[in-house]
């Protein structure tokens, strides 16, 4: 019987993300996630509660496997931005469920604010051990690798995924794409040499 509840969530947790990524909120309806997951509306309820409590989950979800997925460096933030690249690549419908959240949930979770304080806290040290340039702040310099390594999936012309009539990449665009974000950010974070100290002439 647990066996059977676990699966029954897992499929109602992916046609949510389906529905959600598609609709957002405010649109998606429960009965066609319980139908896409073949599950009892009713169970959804009871394992997840309301509509807004199973977006949550579902957000929970997506980001607990993109850290997996994705772990932050902050010694290599160009890796960084080039492994985030490549996993929204692999699934651009990703982006449009954040972009949800933004527009109808934008209040940070607990474990958005968490990955927020450990990501800037390394971010600080690697600028003071001197692997990146310390010329910004940590959370304007976070922001700016995100977005570099995000834009493609926020604007026209990016990839969207399954959705019908949407564009595709060819591989040689895509790696195009890719080699662009990265320099971006390793331009971004190089440090950057300071002026020598000239001393002063003598005086005569």
Known sequence: MARDSQAT???????????????????????????????????????????????DQVIRQALEQGAESVPFDAENLPGYAGAIFDHLTADPRLMRLVMWKRLERPEATSLEAESYERKTAALAAAQRDGHVDPTHDPADLLMLVLGLAQAWFTTAGGPTGDAPGGPTWSEYLREGHRAAVIDAVARLVAVRKQPEQTAPAARA
């Open 9 to 55: 969530k897992a499929r109602i947790l992916a046609a949510a993300f389906d529905e959600f990524a598609e609709y957002g909120i405010a649109g998606a309806r429960v009965d066609r996630i319980a139908d896409a997951a073949e599950a009892n509306k009713r169970m959804i309820y009871v394992y997840y509660g309301n509509k807004e409590q199973l977006f």
